[in-house]
């Protein structure tokens, strides 16, 4: 954790990472073994995940609230998946939904029932609902969103576009 504290300008960013580090770290971890089903591999994703994190701490302002923890949720999945991706050298594809989502619905699950936006949400793919949740609930730009992401700044507007338009006929179904 030294080597991460390090890289830190200000106290209150250390005490910051700190907390986040000491709340999540056995979090990230299980996510990312779980994707990967390697320790070591998943050690390292979460080193890189924290490594994305240190870029981004001035944008957290609870090291504790649930906002933060779907955020480095989200930070080892994709992380994890993009090793895991590389790892297997195949096309980019996508592992089993279910897989994918067996966090992220857990989190979704209790918000399904209490709106129609909520219940939308959880019927997006994961993927798109990964990028809505960044860019509007997190309010991170297309730019800071792509950094995290690992992704191009062009595609992630390209997918925000065709999540909004995947949330708006999800939306009119259930109208409808």
Known sequence: MILYLQMLETPEQQSKFEQLYLAYRGLMFYIANGILHDQQDSEDVVHEAFLKIIKIIGRIDDPKCPKTKNLTVLIVERTAIDLWRRRKRLPVTF??????????????????????????????????????????????????????????????????????????????????
């Not at 279910?98 to 399904?112: G, M, P, T, W």
């Not at 990964?130 to 800071?144: H, T, V």
């Not at 992630?156 to 995947?166: E, F, G, L, S």
């Open 95 to 176: 592992m089993d939904e279910a897989e994918l989502d067996l966090f992220s619905v857990k989190n979704i699950q209790h918000a399904e029932k209490q709106s129609a936006l909520a219940q939308a949400m959880a019927s997006l793919p994961a993927r798109y609902r990964e990028l809505i949740l960044l860019r509007y609930d997190n309010g991170f730009s297309e730019a800071e969103v792509a950094q995290i992401l690992s992704m191009s700044p062009a595609n992630v507007h390209k997918t925000i576009q065709r999540a909004k338009k995947k949330l708006e006929q999800i939306l009119e179904e259930l109208d409808g």
